[in-house]
């Protein structure tokens, strides 16, 4: 269990106090369940729940930016309250990935009615993700220099029916098109990057 977190900065609408419609979008996208869960307990929720750390109130809006908003009885007619939250999400509900942070800070945040509109500005990552994800191999300097491309754009449109061909295959399907080649999940897929410069060895596999 460790103490790492990512810190999500929304800017959102509600008709509902800011703070209480931040704690919704904390609870929705961490522990909070509609109903009790077997083998839930406070415990695991407190260790598990996104928390707001921070609500900077803006100016209020007279329209909402999404329809279908909930408004509570007494705000009926008021103007939607504006502002930007910091939610800090637990690393160990989701682990130093990518795919699994993206469905817990964005979600199902469109389909609740409490927030009349959000958007997700920034996000802080600590440093395991930095260690998980360390950069690319080559960055763009580094494939200019590859492929002695030191201007110009670099097209790299997808080939999906390259994935697990062999080279020479897809060199043929790909035409007079250079090639880079990467290795995912110990597959060759090649795309086509320039018009008029094969893929260097130094890429191959």
């Given at each position: 269990m460790s103490n790492d977190v990512v810190v999500a900065t929304y800017l959102i609408e509600s008709f509902y106090p800011l703070q209480d419609a931040a704690q919704i979008l904390a609870g929705e996208?961490?522990?909070g369940t509609f109903v009790a869960v077997p083998g839930e307990t406070r415990e695991l929720r407190e260790r598990h729940a996104a928390r707001v750390i921070a609500v900077d109130?803006?100016?209020?809006?007279?329209?909402?930016?999404?329809?279908?908003?909930?408004?509570?009885?007494?705000?009926?007619?008021?103007?939607?309250?504006v502002g930007h939250v910091r939610i800090a999400f637990p690393v160990?509900?989701?682990?130093?990935?990518?795919p699994g942070l993206i469905p817990a800070v964005l979600g199902n945040l469109f389909e609740l009615r409490e927030l009349a509109g959000v958007r997700l500005l920034d996000l802080d990552l600590p440093e395991v993700f930095a260690r998980r994800y360390p950069g690319p191999q080559f960055g763009v300097a580094g494939t200019r220099r590859l492929l002695d491309a030191p201007s110009g754009a670099l097209s790299v449109p997808s080939s999906s029916q390259v994935w697990g061909s062999a080279l020479s295959s897809c060199a043929q399907s790909c035409g007079n098109s250079s090639?880079?080649?990467?290795?995912?999940?110990?597959?060759t897929s090649l795309w086509p990057i320039h018009p008029t410069r094969r893929c260097p060895t130094a890429l191959q596999p």
């Amino acid at each position: 269990m460790s103490n790492d977190v990512v810190v999500a900065t929304y800017l959102i609408e509600s008709f509902y106090p800011l703070q209480d419609a931040a704690q919704i979008l904390a609870g929705e996208q961490s522990s909070g369940t509609f109903v009790a869960v077997p083998g839930e307990t406070r415990e695991l929720r407190e260790r598990h729940a996104a928390r707001v750390i921070a609500v900077d109130e803006l100016p209020p809006r007279p329209e909402p930016s999404l329809p279908g908003a909930a408004r509570p009885t007494e705000h009926r007619g008021a103007a939607v309250n504006v502002g930007h939250v910091r939610i800090a999400f637990p690393v160990d509900n989701f682990g130093p990935s990518l795919p699994g942070l993206i469905p817990a800070v964005l979600g199902n945040l469109f389909e609740l009615r409490e927030l009349a509109g959000v958007r997700l500005l920034d996000l802080d990552l600590p440093e395991v993700f930095a260690r998980r994800y360390p950069g690319p191999q080559f960055g763009v300097a580094g494939t200019r220099r590859l492929l002695d491309a030191p201007s110009g754009a670099l097209s790299v449109p997808s080939s999906s029916q390259v994935w697990g061909s062999a080279l020479s295959s897809c060199a043929q399907s790909c035409g007079n098109s250079s090639i880079a080649v990467s290795i995912l999940s110990r597959t060759t897929s090649l795309w086509p990057i320039h018009p008029t410069r094969r893929c260097p060895t130094a890429l191959q596999p």
